[in-house]
């Protein structure tokens, strides 16, 4: 599980092109999110360093929790 703070989610359509992004990597992963503390829990196989490339990729900004 890795937590993350993503300062520029505000909406549930971010939480699911953040989910889309970490299911790329890992099919089973889920992805939780808090929109008034930006706090975003992923739980994958993946790497934290992938899953915070992926977001960056998918236009976020990620920083660690």
Do not use: W, Y
């Not at 520029?8 to 790329?24: K, M, P």
């Not at 089973?28 to 929109?35: H, I, P, R, S």
Request: hydrophobic letters at 50%; one cysteine or more.
């Amino acid at each position: 599980m890795s937590v993350f703070r993503v300062s520029d989610i505000h909406c549930d359509g971010c939480v699911r092109s953040l989910a889309a992004a970490a299911r790329e990597l890992d099919a089973g992963a889920t992805v939780q999110a808090d929109l008034q503390t930006k706090l975003v829990t992923v739980k994958t196989n993946a790497p934290p360093d992938a899953v915070a490339e992926a977001f960056r990729d998918a236009g976020f900004t990620v920083e660690a929790a």
